[in-house]
């Protein structure tokens, strides 16, 4: 795959030059052919990927309820304009400028979710540490509560094959519709005019059409 060069500032550095990107076309099962977009600096090492469908998609949601170990191996294909929640622990991560699309499975995002929630966590305690906050001691105490409940799902899926917890749904909305789980339980529906308002579209420089590739 050969690099071809942006005629823009990287985002991060404002270096100009040195910003490259790397289209590839591939095809996902169920979810047709797409391009994976690269956009990288070598200045600076920021690096931003997204995937552009063949054919035109409209803004939607998709939602699955975890019930079983299978489920975990579903594949799902996630844009960088894509926001992802976990509905019972009231969990959301929103694309921000820097939120990068992936291909991976179920249980890849509940591990990112943990990686995003520890994250912050070690933030707020840190925070917590200078200020002694009492709001942060609070929220640190519900982030922790959240670790507990979302490890103790996992592992009663992993351990039993079937959850005999409480259920875990994990829902993907896409204002740009190039975001989908791939699972025969999985539910797709169009999003309201309330949800496209609301809904954040994650970072514009990697945004291109397929003419431009």
């Known amino acids: 795959m050969e690099e071809q060069p942006v005629d823009i500032p990287c985002p991060i550095c404002k270096k100009e030059g040195d910003l490259k990107m790397v289209a590839h076309v591939s095809e996902i099962p169920y979810f047709g052919e797409h391009t994976q977009v690269t956009v990288l600096c070598h200045a600076c090492g920021w690096r931003q990927t997204d995937f552009i469908p063949a054919e035109g998609k409209k803004a939607g949601g998709w939602s699955l309820v975890i019930k079983d170990v299978e489920q975990l191996k579903s ?5 960088s304009s894509c926001t992802v929640k976990l509905l019972e622990l009231d ?5 921000g400028s820097s939120a990068t699309g992936y291909v991976s499975n179920v249980e890849g995002v509940l591990n990112r ?9 070690n933030d707020l305690k840190s925070d917590f540490v200078e200020k002694q906050n009492e709001t942060d001691e609070d929220e640190i105490s519900s982030l922790i509560k959240d670790i507990e409940k979302l490890e103790a799902m996992i592992e009663s899926i992993d ?3 079937t959850s005999k917890s409480e259920s875990l749904t ?3 909305l896409d204002p740009h519709g190039n975001s989908m789980i791939i699972d025969s339980n999985a539910t797709e529906r169009e999003l309201s005019e309330d949800e496209l308002e609301a809904l954040p579209v994650g970072p514009e420089p990697a ?3 397929k003419n431009e590739l």
């Open 207 to 209: 945004v291109f059409s």
């Open 113 to 121: 979710f943990l990686e995003v929630v520890n994250m912050v966590l």
């Open 91 to 95: 969990l959301q991560v929103n694309p």
């Open 75 to 79: 594949r799902v294909v996630r844009s």
């Open 170 to 172: 994990l829902e993907f």
């Open 159 to 161: 351990n039993v094959g």
